[in-house]
C-alpha cells in the first residue's frame, strides 16, 4: 500500500495500519468476517473508530486479494461486490449521483447510481442536488468570492447548512439504504468546508 510520506496523515494511517500487516491471511480474513458481524444491521459514520480500523484492514486484504482466496466466510447476508468480489459494504458520499456507492474495500464504485433500487434514487439525487452547491462554495474563484460581498460569511453559512444535510444523510438517507443492505457507512465531514465528524450531531 502506497502513501505519501509528506503527508502526516497518511504515515499515520501506515503506523496504524502495521498491526493488519502483522496478521496472516487467515487471521486478517477472520478478523474481517467477525467485524462485518458487528457492522451487520448498522448504519455508521465513517469516522466510526470500528470503521476506521476496518477499512484499514480491507486496504491490506485487498492489496493481498484476502477475499479472493476464500479463507473464510463471511456473514450470509452480505452478497459479493462486483468490483473486488469482497463483501458489499457500501459507503454514501456527497458524489453519490456520479460515483454511485463506494466500495470501503477497493474504493472504486461498489454500485452505481442506476443500478440502486429506483425507490432510492429520487431521495439520493435530492439530497446530493442539494449538498453540491453548499460544497462548491469551498472551490469559489476570486471572482465568484468578490460578487459574494462577504465570502467568510457565505463560506461559514455553507458549512452550517452542509453540517445539517451531512446529518441527515445519515439519519434519514443511509437509513433508508439499510433496508437494501446489510450496513451501511456514510461520509460524515467535509474537509473542504472544515466541517469536522464532531460537527455533524445526529
Known amino acids: 500500500m502506497a502513501h505519501d510520506t509528506d503527508n502526516p496523515l497518511d504515515?499515520?494511517?501506515?503506523?496504524?495500519?502495521?498491526?493488519?500487516?502483522?496478521?496472516?491471511?487467515?487471521?486478517?480474513?477472520?478478523w474481517m468476517s467477525q467485524t462485518l458481524g458487528q457492522l451487520q444491521g448498522r448504519v455508521l459514520r465513517l469516522s466510526h473508530p470500528l470503521v476506521g480500523a476496518y477499512r484499514l484492514a480491507a486496504q491490506v486484504?485487498?492489496?493481498?486479494s484476502v477475499?479472493?482466496?476464500?479463507?473464510?466466510?463471511?456473514?450470509?447476508?452480505?452478497?459479493?461486490?462486483?468490483?473486488?468480489?469482497?463483501?458489499?459494504?457500501?459507503?454514501?458520499?456527497?458524489?453519490?449521483?456520479?460515483?454511485?456507492?463506494?466500495?470501503?474495500?477497493?474504493?472504486?464504485?461498489?454500485?452505481?447510481?442506476?443500478?440502486l433500487p429506483s425507490d432510492y434514487r429520487p431521495m439520493l439525487r435530492g439530497w446530493a442536488e442539494e449538498y453540491a452547491p453548499l460544497h462548491a462554495v469551498a472551490h469559489w474563484d476570486e471572482a465568484q468570492q468578490r460578487r459574494s460581498g462577504d465570502y467568510d460569511r457565505a463560506f461559514e453559512e455553507a458549512a452550517e447548512r452542509a453540517e445539517t444535510l451531512l446529518a441527515f444523510a445519515g439519519n434519514q438517507v443511509a437509513a433508508a439504504l439499510l433496508d437494501a443492505f446489510p450496513a451501511v457507512i456514510w461520509e460524515d465531514q467535509?474537509?473542504?468546508?472544515?466541517?469536522?465528524?464532531?460537527?455533524v450531531k445526529l
Do not use: I, M, Q
Request: with cysteine.
Open 11 to 30: 504515515r499515520l494511517l501506515a503506523e496504524y495500519g502495521v498491526v493488519f500487516h502483522d496478521f496472516d491471511d487467515l487471521t486478517l480474513a477472520r
Open 190 to 199: 467535509d474537509e473542504c468546508l472544515e466541517v469536522r465528524p464532531e460537527d
Open 61 to 64: 486484504a485487498h492489496d493481498r
Open 67 to 115: 477475499w479472493l482466496k476464500r479463507l473464510a466466510s463471511f456473514p450470509s447476508v452480505y452478497v459479493e461486490s462486483a468490483c473486488c468480489r469482497a463483501p458489499l459494504l457500501p459507503l454514501l458520499t456527497r458524489d453519490v449521483v456520479e460515483s454511485g456507492l463506494v466500495c470501503l474495500h477497493c474504493n472504486d464504485t461498489a454500485v452505481a447510481f442506476d443500478d
